[in-house]
């Protein structure tokens, strides 16, 4: 069970340091703010959720996972208004560039 | 040479490499996001210090409340950047550098001089720690065996908090800090600012509560109450109250006056100022620190949104 | 060479950094920025010297540790201070310096576009 | 789990998110730098999520709260002043 769980966690790591490396392609490749902003939320929402998730069997108490499951939640938040926002700040910058 | 070895090196280089950058930038506004990444950066650095406690400080404040407070300096100031770039002639920089190698030179063989393991007084910490209830040495350090210097840094607090107010013009002075900010009220960031400050609350509280005996405390928790009523501020959910209100100005000091108050009671109860009677040193520790959480979240609220900029009159 | 040796040698270079930029920026807040990076360096010095006198379960002298959190505290306190004293000083004068005003064109430097 | 596996992805996940900085330097605009610091934050949280397991210091994730609390509230402070920038250049008053 343990080393199913383990396995379960190495995936889910491995899988959410990869969308990181995406984002991170994304933002530095991608030709203009508003597509770069895209990439960025691959990073925050699913890299983020999927260490997360990964995280959980080793949390060790129900207590750590919700408080785990929480930094999730908040990233979310936040990483929808700031992408709200920034996108209009992006436009009324001007043509995408 | 293990791979937490390599981290930290890893680690030790980004913190310099944000840190030049935050230096050599070109314009203010990419040495503030810098220096927000920098604190960000240093708050893993406290972690992999073993000092959690200082490391919840400086994510809350070297990023966050710093941070925010430079990037509204920096917007207001953006006009003035172009025309204020006189730099000291070359020699004079050169001479600056060279005197600053010398400083970290110096420090360098300092650090890398001293014993592995040095002199410590965490032992007689520790072995003093039950007589308080905590169990957190670094809360039982700031409570209770260096109770003193947590008083007067609540003083300095309250303090620069008056020295930032008396900067109003006085026909503001009494009046409302900083601009107002309107913005309509179904908007992104008003619905955000309804979100996140019921959670950050909580996180405030656990942080003061959890301090007792694991890792946090009342400056953590404080500035982290600070930051969220900021975020209100901010998305013009609630205005910024008028400094001449009596419950602001009453809450504002109601941190230091119970924590004297305590210590005064100490000189009759324990004998000596900031004493506390060993069988109720918990509850006395937590009756001064939930004031103090108080105060701290004013006091670090009120120091960024600045001095008052309108009258108090209603609109 | 540890950890805790190498962060040392990191809060040096820390210190070295902020107060050449303290020196030598032309622009107050600047050098406030820069300023509070050499703070950040002698907290993280006093960190190190913390994680030192690391004794059984505990992972470090908590008095240093402590210190630091009230020297961030004030730090910040005295930073805000400043930021005001600075944003009254353009209110008034319109400029962010106390410098005299540059004559046109003596700038050694390429001005930012 | 093994702790070194853990902290070669924090290790992985923060050389990422630091290759990302260089949108700061980059720009173009002021958003990109926005995004680029805000990338580092959730990169941050994420390594020190994962430092927290693989050293078992379950005061790992309250950092990680705080940082994603703090983190959100710098971004906010970030777009108001790039868009009171954006007003002041335009000359529309107030709004968002």
Not at chain 2, 125 to 150: E, I, K, S, Y
Not at chain 3, 49 to 58: I, L, M, N, P, Y
Not at chain 3, 90 to 110: F, I, M, Q, V
């Amino acid at each position: 069970m343990s080393a199913l769980l383990d396995l379960f966690t190495t995936i889910a790591l491995v899988l959410g340091a990869l969308f990181f490396l995406a984002g991170v392609v994304g933002l530095l490749r991608f030709p203009d703010t508003l597509s770069r902003l895209h990439a960025l939320t691959k990073a925050d929402n699913v890299g983020l959720g999927l260490i997360v998730i990964g995280l959980l069997p080793q949390a060790g108490s129900v207590f750590a996972a919700l408080k785990l499951l929480l930094v999730w939640l908040l990233v979310l938040l936040a990483a929808s208004t700031v992408g709200q926002m920034m996108a209009r700040v992006a436009r009324r910058a001007g043509p995408p560039r | 040479m293990s791979l937490t070895y390599v981290l930290e090196s890893v680690l030790a280089l980004l913190v310099l490499g944000a840190a030049a950058w935050t230096i050599a930038a070109r314009s203010a506004f990419a040495a503030a996001v810098g220096f927000v990444s920098y604190g960000l950066l240093l708050s893993l650095m406290w972690v992999q210090l073993a000092a959690v406690d200082v490391a919840l400080t400086e994510a809350a404040i070297g990023g966050g409340l710093t941070g925010v407070l430079l990037l509204g300096a920096v917007a207001t100031l953006r006009g003035t950047e172009a025309r204020t770039n006189r730099r000291p002639a070359l020699p004079l920089r050169v001479l600056a550098a060279a005197c600053c190698v010398l400083v970290s030179v110096a420090l360098a063989v300092v650090v890398l001089t001293l014993p592995e393991s040095g002199p410590t007084l965490a032992p007689q910490a520790v072995a003093a720690l039950p007589a308080t209830g905590v169990g957190n040495p670094v809360t039982g350090v700031l409570m209770a065996f260096r109770g003193f210097d947590t008083l007067l840094e609540k003083v300095v607090l309250v303090l620069a908090l008056v020295g930032v107010w008396s900067l109003a013009p006085d026909r503001y002075w009494g009046g409302h800090p900083g601009l107002e900010h309107r913005l309509p009220a179904d908007g992104v960031l008003p619905f955000f600012a309804r979100t996140l400050p019921p959670l950050g609350v909580l996180l405030g509280i656990h942080l003061m509560w959890t301090g007792a005996d694991n890792p946090g405390g009342a400056f953590q928790g404080g500035t982290v109450l600070a930051a969220m009523w900021l975020v209100v501020m901010m998305a013009g959910v609630r205005d910024a109250p008028a400094i001449r209100e009596l419950w602001l100005r009453l809450s504002l000091v109601s941190g230091p006056v119970v924590f004297v108050a305590v210590g005064l009671a100490g000189m009759l109860t324990a004998g000596a100022f900031l004493a506390y009677p060993i069988a109720i040193a918990k509850p006395l520790i937590l009756l001064i620190e939930v004031p103090m959480l108080l105060t701290i979240a004013l006091a670090l609220g009120l120091l960024v949104t600045g001095p008052p900029e309108r009258t108090a009159d209603p609109r | 060479m540890s950890t805790v040796t190498l962060f040392g040698l990191c809060a040096s270079a820390l210190v070295g950094l902020g107060l050449y930029g303290a020196l030598t920026h032309p622009q107050p807040l600047r050098k406030l920025i820069a300023f509070n990076l050499l703070g950040s360096g002698v907290f993280l010095l006093f960190g190190v010297f913390a994680r030192r006198g690391a004794w059984q379960s505990v992972g470090g002298d908590p008095v240093p540790q402590a210190l630091v959190i009230t020297g961030i505290v004030v730090a910040f306190a005295a930073t805000a201070l400043a930021v005001a004293l600075l944003l009254r000083l353009h209110k008034e004068s319109g400029e962010a310096t106390l410098d005299p005003p540059a004559p046109a064109g003596a700038s050694t430097e390429r001005r930012s576009p | 789990m093994n702790p070194e596996f853990l902290a070669a992805v924090a290790g992985f996940v923060m050389i990422t998110v630091v290759v990302g900085l260089a949108r700061i330097l980059w720009g173009p605009g002021d958003a990109d730098r926005v995004m680029a610091a805000q990338l580092l934050g959730t990169g941050g949280i994420a390594s020190l999520l994962l430092v927290g397991v693989a050293r078992d210091l379950p005061a790992a994730v309250d950092v990680a709260l705080t940082l994603a609390m703090l983190a959100a509230f710098a971004s906010i402070a970030f777009i108001k002043g790039v868009t009171a920038a954006q007003d002041e250049d335009s000359g529309e008053g107030g709004g968002r």
